[in-house]
């Protein structure tokens, strides 16, 4: 009697245990293995850098194919006021909704990027072209942005999605307006055929990576 008690209290146990650390093990993995491929693909995009980064900057080349785009950016500090001088890194698909050149495999760091240094009233601004969705459908368009700065490290933005994207669901265009001016599904305004946003970023106090 004793023994199965002991018995059923071990199995219990393991059971408990693999509950636990399968799924610890598991997101562990997959998020190591996506962390590893967006590092490698940040860090190489850092050696790209310009030695001199202005407020206004480009991501796509003046002839990349696409609608021209133009972000227009500020950066807040985790108390909300204008952070100046921090480091901005952008992102996007091309027209053709690759990140990596032809086929997702051509590159080891993103194709359209580009760099831009906030100025004394915290903003910065890209040109570049609308993005497209991913090319095999799992997301709408939209636009990734990481900071630097001496003061709270290096850090992700929210991944800044666009108004006129049909795919975007009433549950996230709810969450994103509860975030206020930091809401991160841009309105999208056109004027003599070039879209414009309006992008707000909020510092966290400590760095991500
Ligand atoms: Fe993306």
């Given amino acids: ?3 199965s008690v002991i018995s059923a209290v071990n199995k219990i146990r393991a059971i408990t245990i693999s509950i636990v650390m399968i799924p610890l093990f598991l997101t562990y993995n997959v998020y190591g293995q996506v962390a ?3 590092l490698k693909s940040w860090n190489k995009a850092n050696t790209m850098k310009p030695s001199k980064i202005s407020a206004i900057s480009r991501i796509a080349p003046e002839n990349e194919p696409g609608t021209p785009f133009v972000i227009k950016g500020s950066v807040f500090t985790p108390d909300e006021t204008p952070a100046v001088g921090v480091i901005v890194h952008s992102y996007h698909r091309d027209a053709k909704g690759y990140d990596f050149g032809e086929n997702d ?3 080891d760091t993103w194709r ?3 760099w831009a240094k906030t100025d004394e009233q915290g903003n910065f ?3 570049t072209i609308r993005p497209a969705p991913d090319h095999i459908g799992r997301e709408g368009p ?3 942005f990481t900071t630097v ?4 490290g290096r850090q992700w933005a929210k991944k800044v999605f666009l108004s006129d994207d049909p795919t975007l669901t009433e549950t996230q265009r709810l969450d994103a307006k509860k975030a206020g001016k930091f809401n991160w599904i841009a309105d999208v305004r056109e004027t003599d055929g070039i879209q414009y946003i309006k992008v707000n970023i909020k510092l966290k106090k400590k760095g991500d990576f």
Avoid: C, N, P, Y
């Avoid at 700065?149 to 709270?152: A, E, G, L, P, V």
């Fill in 149 to 152: 700065s001496d003061m709270f």
């Fill in 142 to 144: 939209h636009i990734h």
């Fill in 105 to 107: 495999a051509e590159l």
């Fill in 36 to 38: 590893q491929r967006w």
């Fill in 1 to 3: 009697m004793k023994i």
């Fill in 112 to 114: 359209l990027q580009g």
């Fill in 125 to 127: 601004e890209f040109k």
